[in-house]
């Protein structure tokens, strides 16, 4: 099995910064892609980064310049750097994963999520 858990959310004023992190734990072999995904009130599970085991990373044009995906492939860690953040960006930040287990089976995890409440 293959656990999640995020880190580093809160309430933040608009303009400033918030970092979350996602550890990942469990029987793993090696992670392909690791991304953030968010859910705002009302709306649908969109992904906000991802990157993948070579540094190749993707963003959605909303968060392009204000948000930086990295990794630490050693650790088995993803972080989300917010700047600049926007009443917009308020919603549940959720760690995604493509796993290769120690017996080499493929899992897709999800970790429990992180509120981000940014006010005006």
């Known amino acids: 099995q293959v656990q999640l858990v995020e880190s580093g959310g809160g309430l933040v004023q608009a303009g400033g910064s918030l970092r979350l992190s996602c550890a990942a734990s469990?029987?793993?072999?090696?992670?392909?892609?690791m991304g953030w995904y968010r859910q705002a009130p009302g709306k649908q599970r969109e992904l906000v980064a991802s990157i993948t085991n070579g540094g190749s990373t993707n963003y959605a044009d909303s968060v392009k310049a204000r948000f930086t995906i990295s990794r630490d492939n050693a650790k088995n860690t993803v972080s989300l750097q917010m700047n600049s953040l926007k009443p917009e960006d308020t919603g549940v930040y959720y760690c995604?994963?493509?796993?290769?287990?120690?017996?080499?089976?493929?899992?897709?995890?999800w970790g429990q999520g992180t509120l981000v409440t940014v006010s005006s």
């Open positions: 995604n994963a493509d796993v290769i287990t120690i017996g080499r089976a493929y899992v897709n995890v």
């Open positions: 469990g029987s793993i072999h090696s992670i392909n892609r």
